[in-house]
């Protein structure tokens, strides 16, 4: 283990010193920005100082490495930190790749890990006021929380002929990868006004700036819109159909028959047990010795089922059953027709489209800084390695350079503890195993020892169904214990059970019976148990 740990750091060391070396074959005039955390960033970042960031910010070691990063250290905070660019960085002309690493230390449930490149200070802000208001050109990166689970893109782009900034989002973006390991975010923009979204380098996302299908609203407004001066003339009649004028309900329509009505048919079954109630006190009970009238109350004998109501076809008062009403119609209303007057939904007339222009490429505005401003439920998200370059092949090469052997490191190290859970979690499971054979043979699980049995040789083939065994085995033994306690109640009978068979109708009629009679059982019980109750003492 420790020489395969050796090795790898050794490939480490002599991809860092190879990426040094191919960093300076490309033109420094390529690199527009970098920052890597190696040095602490006071005084080089600027906080925001308004109340409501109050997460604090540090520079830390990411987990496992010697490498640096920007944390955010605290949970359910929110956080805004900014960098002011040496020299603004123009969108319009060539190639721009922006990218940067994160990690999620501690993953990510409910954030945003996301960056805003923001535009010159003459648009209205200042770096130590910065907020949620201060104005962007891109705002690029993962952000996750319920249903949301996206990687941004935005851009925030002047209307020429309004003066309005208006938000375009990418339209189906890629999704956070959901693990702790450190992840690199690019997006490219290209001259012929394609984006690209790669994670770890692998492209996710191809969009057009100018594709409809592609942002959120378009970048190029419709040519026509509704024109908000015109409004629905007030007979405008837009119901398809409407009530028959000429309908009259019928002379014999009863409204006010019932639903359903006792079925006179129906008879009491023979042998049926007037006098005898569904239960009797138990005989067999016996009021206990520590039992004191004065402190427990009156005691009652616990009731069981009438054993003579389970010889019989029932007992206890014998109801009718309900049966359908042939006569039943409900509320009366007038057939539906074709409404004459119909014109179909109204909808306001197009006229062209004050603020429509035509476009080549996106009037993107400049970079003057970039800012983090997030609220998260997470702490330990580290963020490193910011690039903003003209070339993907330099984008490329730090990747290559300061992202792959940190997610190579990590990722043998994640396979590892895999491993390591994986071999304890076999043990384990042989335990629980071992220890739920010895269960199956307990005596009082009797008839179900069996389907005890099945349960675990199943399991044994999908050991990750260990969880789900236990607990239904777990299910079978306290109900085994509470029939042994407490005895199972026999099923009664229907009270209708003896009845003629009866036509469709009656038959609904006596499945509602049916329930109306397991209401009334369920409310016996519900009566009973306050005797039951009394036959312990209170605590």
Known sequence: MEERSRRMWTRYALLLLAGCFVSQLYASSDVKFYESFDEAFDGRWIVSEKEEYNGVWKHAKSEGHDDHGLLVSEKARKYAIVKELDDVVDLKDGTVVLQYEVRLQDGLECGGAYLKYLRPQEAGWIPKEFNNESPYTIMFGPDRCGATNKVHFILKHKNPKSGEYIEHHLNFPPSVPSDKLTHVYTAVLKPDN?????????????????????????LIPAQTIPDPEDKKPEDWDEREKIPDPDAKKPDDWDEDAPMEIEDEEAEKPEGWLDDEPEEIDDPEATKPEDWVDEEDGEWEAPKIDNPKCAEGPGCGEWRRPMKSNPAYKGKWHAPLIDNPNYKGIWKPRDIPNPNYFELDRPNFEPIAAIGIEIWTMQDGILFDNILIASDERVAESYRKTAWKPKFDAEKEKQKAEEATISGGLKGFQKV??????????IPLLGEHKSKVLDLLEKAETKPNLTVGVVISIVIVIFTVLLKLTFGGKKQQPARATGEPKKSDGAEASTSNSQGATEEKEEQNEDAAAAPRRRTRRDN
């Open 432 to 441: 629980v195993f071992d220890l739920l054979y010895k269960v199956a043979d």
């Open 194 to 218: 394609e984006l690209l979204i790669l994670i770890d380098g692998e492209e996710k996302k191809n969009a057009s700036f100018l594709s409809e299908d592609d942002f959120e609203p378009s």
